[in-house]
């Protein structure tokens, strides 16, 4: 097992148990799964604070997950991410060197281009990270299902009606869940089990998404769930997991790594289906 394996079995395991977990080490688990790739260069006492705890608090976590300590924890991410830390500073880092640069206030400009450097961090991240198992798997569901269901509210709305959008120019009956009029209830009560349910959500994760979510999943719907994190309250009902960490700027997060992976995913459902069209169309030269 690689070392990369071996941070990434961590991870699995707890966001496996995460629901287990005390509050302090919930909030210690998502720090880490939020901050993973950078987490060799933080000390114990960067993170306790961080996290709001006592350095006590990281050591019970290091020993639930079977280590002797934080720094034997700790070595698996230094081990497995030390590469990309080597590659590049990550965002935080550039963007904390960018305001301590600059006493007087950024202009338009400024303030545009450090956007754009977010949302090419974010990209960047996103790349390192994909899944293609995840994405192969998320394009199969989209391909067999009958009917597609599409949820997401506030920041996520604007992903969801591009997703709906694009998959209108598909032969699926796609269904936009905007819920408005409170008719998110009304809008799901005709999920079945040959559908699919996309779930867009992001930190604090809407309230109106999961409920879709869950009836989805109590209808037998298969769930595409696309977030921020393994430990999203999403995450643990998927069928399939496409995650996506978004740069941010001026406490804006960018919108660019998800409509980018929500237009490979329309694109790759086009030539699958499309592939699908032909195949039958081969096969019908040799109908007597």
Do not use: W
Request: glycine content about 4%; charged content about 25%; overall charge negative.
């Amino acid at each position: 097992m690689t070392q990369t394996d071996s941070a990434d079995k961590l991870m699995q395991d707890i966001a496996t148990e995460y629901e287990s977990l005390s509050r302090q080490l919930k909030v210690i688990a998502k720090y880490i799964e939020t901050h993973k790739s950078s987490l060799m260069l933080e000390r114990i006492s960067d993170i306790s604070t961080a996290c709001d705890v006592q350095p006590s608090a990281i050591v019970r976590f290091a020993k639930r997950f079977g280590f002797s300590g934080f720094s034997e924890m700790q070595d698996v991410f230094r081990q497995a991410y030390a590469h990309q830390a080597n590659s590049a500073p990550n965002y935080q880092q550039r963007i904390r060197k960018l305001i301590a640069a600059h006493d007087d206030k950024l202009n338009v400009g400024d303030m545009t281009r450090e956007f754009l450097d977010a949302s090419r961090a974010g990209l960047d991240e996103l790349s390192n990270g994909l899944d293609d198992a995840q994405l192969e798997a998320a394009v199969t569901l989209l391909q067999k299902a009958d009917n597609v269901y599409v949820v997401g509210v506030r920041r996520a709305f604007p992903i969801a009606s591009y997703i709906a959008y694009a998959l209108q120019n598909t032969n699926k009956r796609v269904h936009l869940v905007s819920g408005i009029g409170g008719m998110f209830r009304q809008q799901m009560r005709s999920v079945r089990e040959r559908d699919v349910v996309i779930a867009i959500s992001f930190a604090p994760y809407g309230k109106e998404t999961q409920y879709c979510a869950r009836v989805g999943h109590h209808q037998h719907a298969k769930l595409l769930v696309i977030t921020d994190s393994a430990l999203s309250p999403l995450a643990k009902i998927a069928d399939t997991l496409l995650i996506v960490a978004e740069g941010s700027a001026f406490a804006f997060r960018s919108l660019a790594s998800t409509i980018c992976l929500c237009q490979a995913l329309f694109i790759a459902l086009a030539y699958k289906l499309e592939l699908d069209i032909e195949e039958t169309k081969d096969l019908g030269e040799y109908d007597d």
